[in-house]
C-alpha cells in the first residue's frame, strides 16, 4: 500500500472517533431539550402556566449547548406530537404524575431511536477541547 494511502487511511480512523462522539453528545443534549419539553408540555396539561412562563430550560440547549436551532424545533415538534402517549394517571383524583410521565418518555426506545434519525440529519464537526461546530441540515 503507497505512503500516501496509510497516511489517508491513518486520518480517516482518527477522524470517525470525533464525530461519532460529538454526534453522542448531541444525542444527549437532543434528548435533554426532549424531557424540558415534555415537562413543559405535561405541566400545560395540569394548568399551571406560573411555572411554565418562568422556566427557561429550553433556551439553555439553544444558547449553551453546539445543538443547531433547526435540530432543536425539530425535537420539540416530536415531542408535542408523542409525548401524550406516555401520561400516566394517579391513583388520586387532582393529582398528577408529570414527573413519571416524563421519564417513561424520556427512556423510550421510541424517543431514541427518533433522537437519533434527527440529530443523523445533522453533520456535527468537531473543533477543539470537545467542542463541536454548529452545522446546518444536510440534504
Known amino acids: 500500500m503507497g505512503t500516501k494511502m496509510k497516511i489517508l487511511l491513518r486520518l480517516?480512523?482518527?477522524?470517525?472517533?470525533f464525530t461519532l462522539q460529538a454526534q453522542s453528545d448531541w444525542v444527549k443534549e437532543a434528548k435533554g431539550v426532549a424531557l424540558c419539553e415534555?415537562?413543559?408540555?405535561?405541566?400545560?396539561?395540569?394548568d399551571s402556566t406560573?411555572?411554565?412562563i418562568k422556566d427557561y430550560s429550553i433556551s439553555y440547549f439553544i444558547q449553551m449547548t453546539d445543538l443547531p436551532p433547526q435540530l432543536t424545533m425539530e425535537v420539540v415538534a416530536y415531542v408535542k406530537e408523542h409525548y401524550k402517549d406516555y401520561?400516566?394517571?394517579?391513583?388520586?383524583?387532582?393529582?398528577n404524575?408529570?414527573?413519571?410521565?416524563?421519564?417513561?418518555?424520556?427512556?423510550?426506545?421510541?424517543?431514541?431511536?427518533?433522537i437519533r434519525k434527527i440529530v443523523s440529519r445533522y453533520k456535527p464537526v468537531r473543533?477543539?477541547?470537545g467542542r463541536t461546530n454548529k452545522r446546518q441540515k444536510h440534504k
Open 38 to 46: 415534555c415537562i413543559k408540555q405535561m405541566n400545560m396539561l395540569a
Open 97 to 114: 404524575m408529570i414527573g413519571l410521565s416524563c421519564w417513561e418518555f424520556y427512556h423510550s426506545k421510541a424517543l431514541d431511536d427518533n
Open 87 to 95: 401520561i400516566s394517571i394517579p391513583q388520586e383524583i387532582g393529582g
Open 50 to 52: 406560573t411555572v411554565i
Open 12 to 17: 480517516l480512523f482518527l477522524f470517525i472517533p
Open 127 to 129: 473543533i477543539s477541547k
